[in-house]
C-alpha cells in the first residue's frame, strides 16, 4: 500500500494524538518517531488487511493488525487471532519504506491448509 505522508501530518496536526488514537494502539504509538513512521504504519495496516482480502472494514479493523519492531528494528506484523484463524495465517512479513513523499508497505501471508 502506499501513503502520501504529508495527508498523515496534516491529519495529525489537525488532530493530534487523536488522529494516531484512531489506528493505533498506544504501545504502536510509542514506536512512532515522526510522521514518515506514523505513515508507514498506516500503510502497513491498509497493506495487511488487502492482503487477507478485506481492505479496512467490518471484518478487519485498524485494531485487528499488529505492529511492532524486533530488537533489529525490523517491522513484525500480527493478526489477532479471530483474523489469523479465519483466514488460515501461518506467518506474516512486513516491509516498510519512505520514498518521495510516500510510505509504501508490502504484506505477505503464510497460509497453512485444514
Given at each position: ?114
Amino acid at each position: 500500500d502506499l501513503v502520501k505522508i504529508e495527508r498523515l501530518g496534516t491529519m495529525i496536526e489537525r488532530f493530534g494524538d487523536k488522529a494516531l488514537k484512531r489506528f493505533l494502539s498506544d504501545s504502536e504509538i510509542a514506536l512512532i518517531k515522526n510522521t514518515n513512521s506514523a505513515a508507514g504504519f498506516w500503510a502497513a495496516k491498509e497493506a495487511a488487511s488487502k492482503a487477507i482480502g478485506t481492505g479496512i472494514g467490518k471484518i478487519c479493523s485498524f485494531k485487528d493488525i499488529k505492529i511492532s519492531k524486533s530488537k533489529t528494528g525490523q517491522p513484525k506484523l500480527k493478526y489477532k487471532k479471530h483474523l489469523r484463524k479465519k483466514f488460515k495465517i501461518n506467518k506474516s512479513s512486513l516491509s516498510i519504506t519512505h520514498d518521495g513523499g510516500f510510505s509504501i508497505a508490502v504484506v505477505v501471508n503464510e497460509t497453512y491448509s485444514k
